[in-house]
């Protein structure tokens, strides 16, 4: 009978499992609503603010503010977002992979790359790499603020002001369907690589194909400026910087949720299976441990009998 | 009758997408009025109302507490830092906020409540002009 009681205590830990598992799916399953509308409220607002941006690299102002200037790339810096929290499938290690082999890229050709990580997934995996790991921001919790993003933000428009920084990258992971993250890598400084970016347009919600940044006029021209070029042009940056931040924060906290219950459904599936597997497993040692007891009986009785 | 597309979206919401004929705005450096055809302009918007004249003659009007206004040859894009519909503005909670922004001016504190006062105030009033004048489009 020894057999069958590790097989019953076997059954017990699985089920333990699996009560945890659907316990966590149900909890994404509950927060992933609200982190859609979020999500969904503030994507308009960020892929105008993109076409804006775009459009004014395209202008040609007399203010020269950094951020319409194509530098020569010396360093580039990357703000990878990610979760805090683990158990939501690939989602994070998909992301890290694509970041990785930018990076990699821009290493072989002799660029420095910076990291920034927010969110607790990417601080730790990027401290065990070989980058200069700048900024890490962790616990954005479920809703997301902007106040807490200003400082991270700083590292990174600071950087590209100053000069040390050329190029300013954002990665997060889109969220397209529950069964569909895309993880993504987009260019947010300076602002002449954002309208070549937008220009070859993945086709997707947040990249559209055909975007109206699309505007190509042989003459040059430029905008009227209400007060004056630098301070619209500055403040018009400050809100793009942010916005777009903050945007990747919730659309990765929505990728997040959707990852988590597709990953939690698939691991309860897994453990309802193992628990069936194993209660047959347990049923036919029992039954063994039975025919056994029942041939020695008769056996014993044979002999005394006999 | 020409007319130009117009956008506006905060980070909240979506707020109009549409034709218009005609767009009113307050802009930091006056009020603006931009039709089909207009040149490309960039500024920053004041706490105000944009109005969207459609092209039967329908106006639309919405209450910003700032933002970014574009111009491109055939569009125009707000975006809000919030927007609301002017019907949507509750006018016993602005008249509040109105006199409790008063009330701090009156008593000056440090320089900072001030500025806050000052600025919450300008805001108070901006959507109670909104409100008017919404009033009166309705009773014409």
């Known amino acids: ?306 | 009758m020409a007319t130009i597309r117009c956008d506006i979206v905060s980070a909240e919401a979506n707020i109009f997408h549409g034709e218009a004929a005609l767009v009113i705005a307050s802009g930091e450096a006056g009020e603006l009025g931009i039709a089909p055809r207009h040149e490309p302009l960039l500024t920053r918007l004041k706490p105000g109302q944009v109005e969207v004249i459609g092209e039967d003659g329908k106006r639309q009007s919405y209450y910003v507490s700032g933002g970014i206004l574009e111009v491109q040859p055939n569009v125009v894009t707000v975006l809000a830092d919030t927007a609301l519909r002017a019907d949507e503005i509750d006018e016993a909670a602005v008249k509040r906020a109105k006199e409790e922004a008063e009330r701090m001016l009156e008593n000056r504190g440090d320089a900072k409540t001030v500025k806050q006062a000052q600025e919450q105030l300008t805001q108070a009033l901006a959507q109670l002009s909104a409100l008017e004048r919404l009033r009166k489009n309705l009773q014409h």
């Open chain 1, 1 to 306: 009978m020894a057999g069958a009681r590790e097989i019953r205590t076997k059954i017990k830990s699985v089920a333990n499992t699996r009560k945890v598992t659907s316990a966590l799916q149900m909890v994404s399953a509950s927060k992933i609503r609200k982190a859609q509308d979020l999500m969904h409220t503030s994507r308009p607002y960020a892929l105008h603010m993109r076409n804006v941006v775009a459009h004014i690299a395209q202008a040609s102002p007399d203010y020269q503010h950094p951020a319409l200037r194509e530098r020569e790339v010396k360093r580039v810096c990357y703000l990878v977002v990610s979760t805090d929290r683990g158990l939501c499938g690939g989602l994070n290690a998909n992301l890290f992979r694509k970041v990785l082999a930018d990076i990699q890229t821009w290493q072989q050709k002799g660029v420095g790359v910076e990291i920034i990580a927010i969110g607790q997934k990417a601080a730790q995996f990027f401290r065990r790499i070989k980058v200069d790991l700048v900024g890490t921001l962790t616990h954005l919790g479920d809703h997301p603020r902007l106040e807490k993003l200003i400082g991270v933000m700083k590292i990174a428009d600071d950087g590209f002001m100053q000069g040390k920084i050329d190029r300013v990258y954002l990665c997060y992971n889109q969220f397209v369907n529950t069964m569909t993250q895309r993880a993504t890598v987009d260019v947010l400084l300076p602002l002449p690589a954002v309208a070549e970016e937008i220009k070859t347009g993945e086709g997707d919600e947040l990249h559209p194909a055909s975007g109206d940044a699309k505007v190509e006029r042989a003459t040059s021209w430029d905008y009227l400026y209400e007060p004056d070029a630098e301070t619209v042009i500055r403040h018009v940056l400050n809100r793009y910087f942010e916005a777009m931040v903050y945007h990747a924060t919730l659309e990765n906290l929505a990728s997040e949720h959707a990852a988590r219950m597709v990953a939690m459904k698939a691991a309860s599936d897994n453990a309802t299976k193992a628990i069936d597997t194993l209660t047959l497993v347990y049923n036919k040692a029992r039954q063994a441990a039975i025919t056994q007891e029942i041939s020695e009986i008769v056996g014993g009785a044979a002999a005394v009998g006999g």
